[in-house]
């Protein structure tokens, strides 16, 4: 039973282009979570997605940012127009139902490198 | 607003002697309570959580963290350090049905 898997692992952009993270969820699991750390700081939340649906978008900057899961395919996290304050690793979670304490299953993180 | 503390951001032990990590939690509601490890370049791995069932959970590889109402806080134990443990330990609290608000992380050092 695989994890969660997220490609690319590392990716490097320089400024102004987009990056596209890829998140496919534990088999199972319709509910996905994207996080954020930052270097020498805790993960903070930003996005929860069912499939076809955005839940909680709280954590999302407003601009250049979008995520989406469709009802086919893994979860994409969207950044446009990259600035060197976007590096930071980016880590997916899923679970089965989404119910009060229930784990999230993190994958391995998608490291992004800004030049 | 809804937060974590932990209390220590780098724990340096001995090989072989008690580990002890700090955290609280702000107790608007009763939570829910994980500990997460974290190796170097790696995924987050869940080490126990705490739900409302017994106060004393225990988890993988010798870890049991405690959940103390009266003090809000959910500190994480080990009897005896095995270099393995060398790594990053995130406590994180949820109050709802999506976000895990996460602390900022006790880096553990572990020395032979």
């Known amino acids: 039973n695989a994890g969660v898997m997220q490609n690319p692992r590392h990716l490097v952009r320089r400024r102004g282009q987009e990056a596209r993270l890829r998140c496919s969820p534990m088999?199972?699991?319709?509910?996905v979570y994207w996080y954020r750390q930052l270097p020498e700081e805790g993960l903070k939340f930003m996005v929860y997605l069912q499939k076809e649906n955005i839940i909680d978008e709280s954590g999302m900057p407003k601009e250049r940012f979008s995520a989406e899961f469709p009802k086919e395919g893994p979860s994409i996290l969207r950044i446009q127009q990259v600035v060197r304050g976007d590096s930071a690793a980016y880590f997916c979670?899923?679970?089965?139902?989404?119910?009060?304490?229930?784990?999230?299953?993190f994958g391995p993180g998608t490291r992004l490198l800004v030049l | 607003a809804q937060s974590v503390t932990q209390l220590d951001s780098h724990v340096s032990v001995s090989e072989g002697t008690p580990v002890l990590l700090r955290c609280n939690y702000s107790s608007s509601y009763s939570p829910s309570l994980f500990w997460y490890v974290q190796h170097p370049n790696k995924g987050l791995q869940l080490l126990l959580k705490?739900?409302?069932?017994?106060?004393l959970v225990k988890g993988i590889n010798g870890f049991e963290a405690e959940f103390k109402k009266s003090e809000t806080s959910f500190h994480l134990t080990k009897p005896s350090a095995h270099m393995s443990d060398a790594a990053e330990y995130f406590c994180?609290?949820?109050?709802?049905?999506?976000?895990?608000?996460f602390g900022t992380g006790t880096r553990l050092q572990v020395f032979p």
């Open positions: 705490y739900t409302s069932a017994a106060t």
């Open positions: 979670a899923s679970s089965p139902q989404g119910v009060l304490g229930e784990t999230q299953y």
């Open positions: 088999k199972g699991h319709s509910h």
């Open positions: 994180v609290v949820s109050y709802n049905t999506d976000k895990l608000i």
